[in-house]
């Protein structure tokens, strides 16, 4: 970052890992399946007979939701991720495949031009500062072969996900047990919730092009980096990518131009081929 060092850039890192590492997180993440939204079947539709049987390197595969999705592109695939308990529930639902522990931002394990296709799903990248995203940027690209493929997910500065409000509440039951029971859980994450809302929601950062907001995921308990389309076609372009990377909006829709409406896009999911 050029711009004077904030708490939230400072803060982010410690605050993120925590909420993924919680038993919470680990379950919810390691049932997850399929894709996220209709872009990312869009943009792993678009790119999977150009790198069928190639090898693909996953950032942050958290409970594995990605591993049958990228292994059915090709077997030649590692993924990794930095929260250890993570690690060890995507190795105990895929005990086959290489998961190693490891951060996006230092890809020295790997060597220059080693893979064709990079993928760092689910927004994973908004959970770092705007320094170590430029880290991670640049390192994906060195890990690429010419001509290979960045898939990321981001979030949307003019989306309608931007500034979450909590919001608190419980999926009603005719069954005065389990709605008791549901009173009580929802009243105990409710305080989690308020707590963590009214400590990082004071950490929120907005600038020029960015901003790092507190997020209504995972109790509130998460700092995340949101981006305006034009700022990260510059980042990409920046470190080394082709000016012209395809674009999918959460909905499915594309993006042609670096100027669409994206009023209505919570994140994108961008194609970035190395020059
Ligand atoms: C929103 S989760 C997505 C998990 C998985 N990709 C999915 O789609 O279900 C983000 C994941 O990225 C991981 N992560 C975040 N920053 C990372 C970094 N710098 N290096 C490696 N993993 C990271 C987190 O541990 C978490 O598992």
């Known amino acids: ?14 605050i993120n890992r925590d909420a993924w590492r919680t038993p919470d997180s680990v379950q919810w993440f390691a049932k997850l399946e399929g894709w996220t939204d209709a872009g990312e079947r869009a943009a792993l539709e678009r790119i999977a007979a150009e790198t069928t049987g190639l090898p693909i390197l996953d950032l942050g595969v ?4 990605t591993v049958p999705l990228l292994r059915a592109i090709s077997s030649d695939y590692i993924a990794i991720d930095y929260t250890p308990e993570l690690v060890a529930a995507c190795k105990e639902r895929f005990p086959d495949v290489d ?10 394990a790997f060597a220059d031009q080693s893979f064709a296709l990079v993928v760092f799903s689910f927004n994973g990248i908004d959970a770092v500062n705007p320094d170590d995203r430029m880290r991670i940027l640049r390192e994906a690209h060195r890990v690429l072969r010419k001509d290979g493929v960045l898939l990321f997910s981001t979030h949307n500065k003019l989306g309608p996900c931007h500034g979450e409000r909590f919001q608190l509440g419980v999926y009603p039951t005719r069954n005065p047990f389990k709605l008791a029971w ?27 092009g960015y901003s790092i907001m507190n997020a209504a995921a995972h109790n509130h308990g998460i700092l995340i980096h949101y981006i305006t389309l034009e700022r990260q076609c510059e980042q990409l372009a920046a470190v080394g990518f082709r000016p012209d990377p395809e674009i999918y909006g959460d909905l499915g829709e594309q993006f042609t131009s670096q100027r669409g409406d994206t009023s209505r896009t919570a994140w994108f999911h961008f194609l970035a081929r190395k020059s």
Do not use: F
């Not at 958290?62 to 939701?65: A, E, L, Q, S, V």
């Open 182 to 208: 549901r009173l009580i859980r929802a009243l105990a994450r409710s305080l989690r919730t308020i707590a963590n809302y009214r400590r990082y929601s004071r950490l929120n950062l907005r600038a020029e």
């Open 1 to 14: 970052m050029t711009e004077t060092i904030q708490p939230a850039a400072i803060l982010m890192d410690r």
């Open 62 to 65: 958290g409970g594995g939701r």
């Open 99 to 108: 998961v190693r522990c490891g951060d996006a931002r230092d890809l020295s």
